[in-house]
């Protein structure tokens, strides 16, 4: 779907609103960020928003000036309230993302507001590329971003929608192409970003390898779906009402791992790609491989062997593992709220896979 520029023009106030939106919620929680994630954050932000090629390398000096002024601004803008988004002379709550939809999608946009990890406000409007329904559920394909926050996860499931945000999926590859370039060993991750042509040329390279993933990232989504109905929305308050805790990384690392067998998994070993199960396995978060030995073991083993069975293997066990464990987990912040992150932790550090 194009979009000609002088529609854009036509949303250049609705873009400022959105984007400014962002940058309120940045001001109040980029210090969520560890500081190493944060400047990197901050660089690809920049990057963005100067239209700068992956190809092209930012050097410290490039963003120094920029970060200080993003902090200034930061500075004025972490006690105001998130503005209404006003379209056609008519005024809408920044969350409500049905009836903006309702008069962007027509129009080849997309836009969503909502809550990611401890409610941390995301917005973005972008291009609408694609929209389809699977298994019920509506999923939103974006292109181009107009407005954004920093952290920008590349997809999102909001009030039963699912978003996949296809620029920010480029970006979030581009990371852990660069997280892996710090220190370049041999690993799953590694194995992956070797895949593709990135000496040759970055932009193709994020192009084919985010049109690979972004199959996966779906499936992740549609687990989440099926997790949340089997899991209930006591969940989410049990996330919500637990401090920052070693529980909570676990937590979400189950509620992951739950997801992933439902959905992602099957898909992984049927589409045999070696590339996109390095890039499952080296993607993984810290805690998801902390808790989960039996998984890196079946992918070490099909590393070795090149039998997928390793892997297919370990699904349904996983399945029935990881609700079992939620659902303890559950009773545990049913029975002490609060208070049940020890029992928790203890709990889940008895029961790996």
Not at 110 to 122: D, E, T, V
Not at 125 to 143: M, P, T, W
Not at 216 to 239: C, D, P, S, Y
């Amino acid at each position: 779907m194009m979009i000609k520029n002088e529609m854009i023009d036509t949303m250049k106030n609705v873009i400022k609103t959105v984007q400014k939106n962002c940058d309120i919620a940045d001001a109040r929680h980029a210090g969520n960020f560890t500081l190493c994630v944060y400047l990197l954050k901050m660089r690809e932000m920049y990057r963005w928003e100067q239209g700068i090629s992956f190809n092209e390398v930012i050097g410290v000096d490039d963003v120094g000036d920029w970060l200080t002024a993003r902090e200034e601004l930061w500075d004025d803008l972490e006690e105001l309230d998130y503005m209404p988004v006003e379209i056609e002379g008519i005024s809408y709550d920044a969350f409500d993302n049905e009836k903006i939809n309702a008069v962007l999608n027509p129009q080849g946009f997309i836009y969503s507001a909502g809550l990611g990890i401890r409610c941390r406000p995301h917005f973005f409007i972008a291009k609408l590329e694609n929209h389809y329904q699977r298994d019920g559920v509506d999923i939103f394909i974006s292109g181009a971003e107009y407005a954004r926050d920093m952290a920008a996860p590349p997809a999102m499931m909001q009030d039963g929608l699912i978003f996949i945000r296809n620029e920010s999926l480029r970006r979030m590859l581009w990371e852990k192409v660069e997280e892996w370039r710090m220190s370049p060993v041999d690993s799953p991750l590694g194995r992956a970003v070797e895949a593709y042509d990135f000496e040759g040329d970055t932009e193709i390279a994020l192009d084919k390898m985010a049109a690979v993933e972004s199959s996966f990232i779906i499936e992740h989504e549609l687990g989440e779906v099926l997790a949340g109905k089997r899991l209930g929305e006591q969940w989410n308050e049990m996330l919500n009402t637990l401090p920052r805790s070693t529980a909570e990384i676990m937590l979400r690392a189950i509620r992951d791992h739950l997801a992933d067998a439902l959905t992602t998994l099957e898909q992984v070993v049927a589409k045999n790609n070696p590339a996109s199960i390095h890039f499952y396995f080296g993607s993984m978060m810290a805690m998801r491989k902390k808790i989960a030995p039996k998984l890196m073991e079946a992918y070490e083993a099909w590393y070795a062997s090149g039998d997928l069975k390793h892997i297919a293997d370990i699904i349904e066990p996983s399945r029935q593992h990881w609700e079992q464990l939620a659902q303890q987990c559950l009773q545990i912040f049913i029975e002490k709220g609060a208070n049940a992150t020890d029992d928790i932790e203890n709990l889940v550090e008895k029961s790996f896979l």
